[in-house]
């Protein structure tokens, strides 16, 4: 009888603990460890429902067309937050999204066509394209007397006014959120994507452990946190991050984060990789806004189990115009030589794991549904 109470008593004391540990792990599932529990989904149900507005162009109603048009607001792209969307598609709509077509390289018909619908459902930055409507990407660069040469004008933007660190701050630090106790393999992922930009900049990224006394301050949120813009559950905003020099740097806690292996060979259609992230949103703490460059690592969007760290002559040049270049920069290489680092530190909680098989999927397959359907 003793035995069985005492091993009872074991059994519970276990159960709690791993819940506990099992907390910090499940935003970052080692998945590409193993495949064996997950379902392969091939249909993207945010397209399924998107693929609805396919040809609706002016002069159109269509339900949940008030949805598109706050994603659209969200991103800059209405200069006026009107008091509420209706389902016309009426002129300001038709403006904005011309602009949007034209910061994507799409053909700006204004119309829903299907791959403006394909860009729009695609994971992204939650920083917008246009800031306090001084345009940014390449519809702010159009209005020039270079239009003929449009395509060799689009490239870096920063924000308005040029926010920079200042030159006598080039050593600059950064802290993770306590709260979130990230492993060693999550920092030395956001440790490999700040030397990316140093490699090409005077500036140097140390981390410290004072959270309120660090430059720039790394932290994952779920939902509303304070801010103003809240994150929205699996998929659609990823992250965002101020400019200089606020230095908050915020990750939706609630995505498939992957922080270590071939991102691109997970059978979890919405893993993200935490590294391309990290490396567009360091871009924005240093000054730098959205590109229409598709290969740039600042264009704002990135597909899911996709993997783009190595930054681009454009970007390369948008930051040394802010900061001037490492003396040490080559003008090719911009990876690290480090990039095996994080095999030794393999963070492989089934915890994590069991809890996204069982508890996490339900949930998030519906607030995929309900935040990225727009409905
Ligand atoms: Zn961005
Ligand atoms: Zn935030």
Redesign the pocket.
């Known amino acids: 009888m003793k035995t069985h109470l005492l091993l009872s008593l074991i059994l519970l004391i276990s159960l709690f603990s791993n819940s506990i540990s099992a907390f910090p792990s499940q935003f970052f599932p080692n998945i590409t460890h193993d495949h064996s529990h997950f379902p392969n989904f091939t249909s993207n149900p945010a397209w399924e429902y998107f693929k609805n507005f396919t040809g609706c162009h002016i002069g159109d109603q269509r339900d949940g067309l008030a949805k598109l048009k706050q994603y659209f607001y969200n991103f800059g792209y209405f200069p006026d937050s009107p008091s509420n969307f209706t389902d016309d598609f009426d002129d300001s709509f038709e403006s904005a999204l011309k602009t949007y077509q034209q910061n994507f390289n799409l053909n700006p018909t204004g119309v829903l066509d299907e791959s403006t619908l394909e860009q729009i459902q695609r994971p992204r930055c ?1 920083v917008a394209d246009i800031i306090n409507g001084s345009s940014t990407m390449n519809s702010g660069k159009s209005s020039n007397s270079h239009s003929s040469n449009l395509h060799t004008v689009a490239h870096f933007s920063f924000f308005p006014g040029r926010p920079r660190w200042t030159p006598s701050n080039r050593q600059l630090t950064y802290a993770f959120l306590p709260a979130n106790q990230l492993t060693a393999t999550v920092k030395s992922v956001f440790s490999r994507a700040f030397d990316r930009w140093s490699a090409v900049t005077p500036l140097t990224f140390k981390e410290t452990d004072s959270f309120y006394g660090a430059d720039i301050t790394i932290g994952f ?1 779920a939902g509303d ?1 304070g ?1 103003g ?1 809240p ?1 929205d559950g699996v998929l659609g905003t990823l992250a ?1 991050a101020f400019s200089p020099p606020n230095g ?1 740097f ?1 990750l939706d806690g609630d995505e498939n984060w992957v922080a270590e292996g071939d991102v691109s060979t997970s059978s979890l259609s919405s893993a993200v990789d935490l590294e391309s992230v990290a490396v567009h949103e360091i871009g924005h703490l240093l000054g730098l806004g959205h590109s229409s460059v598709e290969e740039s690592i600042m264009y704002p969007t990135i597909s899911s189990r996709r993997k783009k760290v190595d930054l681009a002559s454009d970007d390369i040049e948008g930051v040394q115009m802010l900061y001037g270049s490492n003396p040490n920069y080559n003008g090719s290489s911009t990876s690290p030589t480090s990039t095996t680092r994080s095999h030794q530190e393999r963070d492989t909680s089934s915890n994590g794991v069991h809890r996204l098989i069982t508890g996490w999927w339900g949930p998030t397959i519906l607030t995929v549904l309900a935040a990225l359907l727009l409905v």
Do not use: A
Request: glycine fraction near 12%; hydrophobic fraction near 20%.
């Open positions: 939650g949120f946190h801010d813009e994150f965002h908050r915020h």
